[in-house]
């Protein structure tokens, strides 16, 4: 498994564990975990995926 599946899978079940809290909870605060969570978690991916994409055939990996 690859790097950026694994981190992938962790941030989305970081999501997830957040999600159901929220609906747990059911306050103003579960839903203010869930929110400012969420865009944790969507800046975590887009980062993940930016930092550790395989690069396409034909393209030149730089460093």
């Known amino acids: 498994m690859s790097k950026y599946y694994l981190f992938h ?10 999600l159901v809290y ?5 306050t103003p605060q579960g839903f203010a975990v869930t929110v400012i969570g969420g865009a944790i978690c969507i800046v975590l991916m887009l980062f993940n995926y930016s930092k ?7 393209e030149i990996e730089v460093k």
């Not at 899978?9 to 957040?18: E, G, H, N």
């Not at 929220?22 to 059911?26: L, P, Q, Y």
Request: aromatic share 4%.
């Open 22 to 26: 929220g609906f747990v909870v059911r």
């Open 52 to 58: 550790n994409k395989r690069p396409k055939k034909g």
């Open 9 to 18: 899978i962790l941030i989305a079940s970081i999501l997830v564990i957040l």
